[in-house]
């Protein structure tokens, strides 16, 4: 399940948080063309906003086994498995300070039991020493994870360390999970992850993927998660779409607030394939080599009260030097919007009150006219729609009349983006062209022969007639902006004018914001 971004068609305990708030300003403007946003949060007061340092300062677990916890110690190789494999259910482990380490086997992970509950005292780490594939694997629900440090495991690509099955109701909350090949984490349904340091991992901080069905009610709070993908998967496999600080696939309800997602290789935060109902808030979302966010063929989201800045430097400035004129942008929305016929707590996909400065461009929201249900275009496999049951049935003739014409397409539509401010200096972000842009837009429908989108129709709808609309915002700096198609580049007053009459109640200020 690959992203295909280009313009042309191809085949419940107490959350433990160490904040550090920003307050002043930081100049990069000295800095050479290539250099790489600084992992320090920025400060500028027009983006001030507190942030999770779990990674500098993680919560200590207690030094003392609680009482009728059972005691697992480090000199003895493969205690924490063994002794979870001879308890009940609804245990409690204490980890003793030190190095735990599993027998050698590559898959001698430890298999919880239901209601299991591992706590580390301070200093407790639990080291796959690049032997073991995983750390805690099975299907026991209701699992938690405390305290510990998880490291040093080598699980394959799409796979993660720990809840590698995708379990539901595990929590995970003060514990650093690094410098493990795979996903640090996978999700299951109910899942809570706070205050954790989800830190260079070789594929995810989290892949939040469940194989059999769809994942709900997850929380992701008050976490760090940075330099994810140290293993560069999108140069391995180009265009692979299987790279995040998180990845999110078919997740229905999602809460992601105030984490620090900063320095990842790639895109901070990736939702892909039929997630549905995420309420994206009061992030510090930073210093990305890619996008801040993608929202891909997926529904129904608000997105506000975040800080959103020196994202996409790395990805942006090289398709723009390769000559690629597409608006890449931090926010991107790809065949998503609000759908009224999904439950969620909307029906749309609300961007709002959030701070965007200087990034590489802003929001783009972009529709492929040729990826729809049983296409071959569609770069995320056999997936259909989240209105129509079988993908077998979006062919011809029914696919060219109502309901299938509209219903196999994932549609960006009822996007609401207002109340924002976005600042750009292309001093700091050292750039002249391609770095300042607002779209909305599809690509010429040509693929395949038998498709019922050819031609302009899917670029005429996104633009005029899906109800996607700017209002009200404030710009600071030389934004420009593309409509319809990217050979479409607009000043903020045709923006506003007929036919566009986009950001009703918007300013503009030409001087260079900082």
Not at 15 to 34: D, F, I, N, R, V
Request: with cysteine.
């Amino acid at each position: 399940m690959r992203i295909n971004r280009r313009h042309w068609a191809l085949a419940a305990a107490p959350l433990a948080l160490a904040l550090l708030t920003a307050t002043g300003c930081e100049s990069t403007s000295s800095a050479p063309a290539t250099t790489k946003p600084t992992a320090a949060p920025s400060t500028s007061t027009s983006a001030a906003r507190s942030v999770a340092r779990v990674c500098a300062n993680p919560a200590a677990g207690p030094a003392k086994a609680p009482a009728g916890a059972v005691t697992v110690d480090p000199a003895v190789v493969g205690d924490l498995a063994a002794k979870t494999k001879s308890s009940p259910p609804n245990t409690t482990f204490w980890l003793r300070p030190g190095k735990h380490r599993l027998d050698p086997d590559r898959y001698a992970q430890v298999i919880p039991k239901k209601g299991d509950h591992y706590l580390g005292a301070p200093g407790a780490v639990l080291d796959g020493r690049k032997k073991n594939q995983y750390a805690f694997t099975g299907t026991a629900p209701d699992v938690t994870i405390r305290y510990l440090t998880v490291q040093g495991f080598v699980a394959p690509q799409d796979e993660g360390v720990v809840n590698h099955d995708s379990a539901d109701g595990w929590v995970i909350e003060n514990s650093s999970i690094q410098n493990n090949s795979g996903a640090g984490l996978m999700a299951g349904a109910r899942q809570q992850v706070r205050a954790n340091c989800l830190r260079d991992n070789g594929q995810y901080g989290m892949n939040a993927y469940k194989g059999s069905g769809r994942i709900t009610g997850l929380v992701v709070e008050g976490n760090e998660i940075t330099g994810n993908n140290t293993g560069d998967w999108e140069r391995k496999r180009e265009g692979c779409g299987c790279t995040g600080g998180i990845k999110f696939w078919e997740v229905n309800g999602a809460e992601i607030s105030g984490n620090w997602v900063h320095d990842n290789r790639g895109t901070g935060l990736w939702a892909d394939t039929n997630n549905n109902d995420f309420r994206i808030e009061n992030n510090v979302i930073e210093a990305n080599d890619g996008a801040a966010l993608i929202y891909e063929t997926s529904y129904n989201a608000v997105i506000r009260d975040n800080t959103i800045r020196r994202n996409n430097w790395v990805e942006g400035r090289k398709a723009a030097d390769s000559g690629d004129n597409f608006p890449y942008a931090t926010v991107y929305l790809s065949e998503s919007g609000g759908e009224p016929r999904i439950k969620a707590r909307t029906d749309k996909i609300e961007i709002y009150r959030n701070v965007l400065e200087n990034n590489w461009s802003g929001i783009t929201l972009w529709e492929n006219a040729d990826r729809f249900c049983n296409s071959p275009a569609n770069t995320s496999s056999g997936d259909c729609t989240l209105l129509v049951k079988k993908t077998a049935s979006c062919a011809k003739p029914a696919i060219a009349k109502a309901p299938l014409y509209s219903d196999c397409r994932w549609k960006t539509q009822r996007v609401d983006i207002h109340g924002n401010r976005f600042v750009l200096d292309e001093s700091v972000v050292k750039c002249t062209e391609m770095c300042d842009r607002m779209a909305v837009l599809s690509n010429y429908g040509t693929y395949p022969d038998w498709s019922p989108y050819k031609g302009e129709q899917v670029a005429d709808a996104i633009t005029e007639k899906q109800h996607n609309r700017w209002h009200d915002n404030a710009y600071v700096g030389p934004w420009k902006f593309v409509a319809q198609d990217q050979s479409r580049v607009l000043d903020f007053g045709q923006w506003q004018a007929a036919p566009y009459l986009q950001d009703k109640g918007s300013t503009l200020d030409l001087q260079a914001g900082g």
